[in-house]
């Protein structure tokens, strides 16, 4: 559609329904907007400052729940619209608007609209009526979303926003669709592919194009049916509220409108004529009155025929139960609320007795509550249990009945009150355990205020702090490690500001000065509002799991003789050079390490005496380095060396290295005193002498993989062997 056609504001039902002044004034303030994608994943902007017309738009109105969950509760087109509601007597109710689909709308600032409306002119009344038809689409799609079933759901929601669009494409995710009907995105997933197979759609990269509408209707549930016909009668009712409402006829005024009709007749009788005459002039001035009188009956009647089935509408779109009985205890009456609730059809509920539907425990119950409403004549409540059926499970109903003024007739609303049964269950399940699990587990369970000071205490923690201390009122952050508290502060705050508990690990100090390692696990106690006002921390004392977990690393991860590490965390570790190395652009290095003459010193002295060199020239090899570099046995006598970010120039690098290479072969011929200790035997000191060859090379990027590296410098090393021990050699290729 061209854009000036979409901008034109008789697409919009109401405001092509106005005229004359009123239509003059809003022209002066409505602007046009486009809505786009951007509008379809977050609210409407603006929307406490304007209301929309949509005219090529739908916009769908949600609402959001304690829990933070969104549904959507009703669409807007172009027969409507958006937030006429929230500029009223519902401004408190958390609704928020998106665009369902992206086009165009007019939107006019609230403060104007509001004017508007208190004037009492069409707009007002057209509003109303819309609001009417509004209401009721969400009544209607509440007890859809309660009752029926996520495939029923999303067929009648692809099929009313297709009443409000041109074509059959829909731009909408799987996501965005589990968000609307207040399901998950993987049910959804689920539903669209049984309709693609049944033929009604096919689904693309978020966009789903309807290939069969009645294989959708079929699909869909009675609601869509009821939500249609509301929205087909609408434009309608906005014509029928236009009408200006007509004078309340009195004897004067119907006489003096008759007579004007009367003297447009084609022949009036002439005012001098005789008695004849004037009788037949008093006869049909007369005549004209009555059928006056039976035109405004008529209207009278049509009136009263359109409030009646605006009635009717309410009540079977309300979302609860309502039920008539007669004296005996026959359905008379039933919404479709009620209908869904006892699972029967509407057409099947004459002569139906409503005691059928309950569990058989609840007859006696029922009936004496049913007689005590009729002969009480006043209203009476009762609790009973409803029957599983094909569509549900035994549901629990809380019935509120009053009595017709003639005792005739028992007139029931019932609430499903199955969840709100089974959470106070629950509830009280929790309470009556609650003592017996808090004061037994071994866990550390802790209720806070939100300032972080103590509420209550399992008795665990008397473990750590003693049964005589009080901690009721402490502040809980006191005994947290001075290098964790302000972390674990700034946790706690997150977790009352956001409602969000987190896992985390701290250190806890005891009187005694011992140090404790504790995961704690928070939640958030609401009251309500749904307001945070307590705090529950669970923790355990993982001290031992995390001295176990060092000590499986070490035995992973290091060489248990010299604590050094080990050919794995070498090769990791010579990876991250690597790495860094390809982002830096500067060389690394690898060290090949030998020591000379080794296996005659464990000839010599025996195994002891060699691990005992072999731990000294571990702490000689570190000491020779920086801390970023890494010093690794690779096994026996044998270690290597990782340097990493050295020189860009690889001459450069080359010298550097080899300054290390000298210093290292420097240190480890310096003379070893090894002290040996024997059980029961006086210490004794070894004087040894050993030397170092070392083999070396260069590595930049991934020019090299690990495996080539050590190759590389394990053959410098040899050959440094072959040329007299005691020897640096870098490695060059070819």
């Known amino acids: 559609m061209p854009h000036g056609q979409t901008h034109d504001p008789k697409l919009n039902l109401i405001l092509n329904a106005l005229c004359g002044e009123e239509l003059s004034r809003l022209l002066v303030d409505i602007e046009p907007v486009e809505l786009s994608r951007r509008e379809a994943e977050t609210d409407l902007p603006n929307l406490e400052s304007y209301v929309f017309f949509p005219t090529t738009c739908i916009i769908s109105l949600s609402a959001t729940t304690s829990d933070g969950q969104a549904t959507e509760l009703a669409m807007v087109g172009n027969e409507g619209v958006a937030g006429s509601m929230l500029a009223n007597s519902l401004a408190s109710i958390p609704y928020h608007f998106t665009a369902t689909r992206p086009g165009a709308a007019f939107r006019l600032p609230l403060e104007v609209f509001r004017w508007e409306m208190k004037q009492g002119g069409r707009l007002h009344q057209l509003v109303d009526t819309f609001n009417q038809t509004l209401l009721n689409q969400i009544a209607q799609t509440a007890l859809c979303n309660q009752h029926h079933s996520v495939k029923q759901k999303l067929s009648r929601w692809l099929l009313s926003t297709l009443d409000r669009s041109q074509g059959m494409q829909i731009s909408m995710t799987h996501a965005q669709l589990g968000e609307r009907l207040g399901v998950r995105r993987e049910a959804v997933s689920e539903v669209a592919v049984e309709l693609q197979r049944s033929g009604a759609i096919s689904y693309s990269r978020g966009e789903i194009s309807v290939l069969d509408l009645l294989q959708l209707e079929r699909e869909a549930c009675e609601c869509y049916g009821v939500i249609k016909t509301e929205k087909q009668h609408l434009p309608s009712l906005l014509a029928a509220s236009q009408a200006s409402p007509a004078a309340r006829f009195s004897a004067p005024t119907l006489r003096q409108r008759a007579l004007a009709l009367y003297s447009q007749h084609p022949d009036p009788v002439p005012k001098g004529a005789s008695d004849m005459g004037r009788t037949l002039h008093e006869l049909q001035v007369h005549q004209i009155e009555l059928e006056m009188q039976y035109s405004e009956l008529n209207k009278s009647y049509d009136e009263a025929d359109r409030l009646r089935q605006r009635f009717a509408d309410i009540y079977d779109f309300a979302p609860v139960a309502y039920v008539t009985l007669d004296i005996v205890g026959v359905i008379k009456q039933i919404n479709l609320a009620g209908a869904i609730l006892l699972g029967i059809k509407r057409s099947q509920s004459a002569r139906q007795r409503f005691a059928t539907a309950l569990s058989a425990g609840n007859l006696n119950t029922f009936n004496a509550f049913f007689q005590e409403v009729l002969n009480g004549q006043t209203k009476r409540s009762c609790k009973l249990e409803l029957a599983a059926n094909a569509q549900r499970d035994a549901a629990i109903v809380l019935i509120d009945a009053v009595p017709d003024e003639d005792g005739q007739e028992c007139r029931m609303v019932l609430h499903d009150i199955t969840q709100r049964e089974k959470i106070e269950n629950e509830l009280r399940e929790q309470k009556e355990f609650y003592h017996l699990i808090a004061e037994n587990i071994s866990d550390f369970i802790a209720v806070l205020d939100l300032d972080g000071r103590r509420l209550y205490n399992s008795p665990s923690y008397m473990r750590f702090f003693g049964p005589q201390r009080d901690l009721r009122g402490t502040d809980s952050f006191a005994e947290i490690h001075p290098d964790d508290r302000e972390r674990v502060r700034n946790i706690f705050r997150q977790t009352v500001h956001s409602g969000i508990g987190r896992q985390l690990d701290y ?50 991860f290091y060489d248990p003789l010299t604590r050094l590490p080990n050919r794995r965390l070498l090769l990791d570790r010579l990876s991250q050079s690597m790495l860094s190395s390809a982002r830096s652009r500067c060389y690394g290095a690898l060290m090949f390490i030998d020591l000379d003459n080794f296996k005659l010193l464990n000839d010599t002295h025996g195994h002891v005496v060699g691990d005992v060199l072999l731990i000294e020239a571990a702490d000689r090899l570190k000491a020779c380095v920086r801390e970023v570099d890494t010093v690794a046995r690779f096994g026996g006598d044998e270690f290597v060396v990782v340097i990493s970010e050295m020189d860009t120039d690889k001459s450069k690098a080359g010298e550097e290295v080899l300054q290390v290479a000298e210093k290292i072969r420097a240190s480890l011929s310096a003379p070893y005193r090894l002290l040996i200790c024997h059980a029961g035997k006086p210490d004794q000191v070894v004087e040894h002498r050993c030397t170092a060859t070392i083999g070396m090379v260069l590595y930049l990027n991934h020019d090299a993989s690990q495996e080539q590296i050590l190759e590389w410098a394990d053959c410098a090393m040899y050959q440094a062997k072959d040329a007299g021990r005691n020897a640096v050699r870098m490695f060059v290729e070819g």
């Open 507 to 556: 250190r806890l100090i005891l009187a005694d000065g011992s140090c404790r390692d504790m995961e704690s696990n928070g939640s958030v106690i609401r009251d309500g509002q749904g307001q945070v006002v307590r705090v529950v921390v669970v923790s355990h004392d993982v001290t031992e799991r995390k001295q176990a977990e060092l000590q499986v690393r070490q035995l992973a």
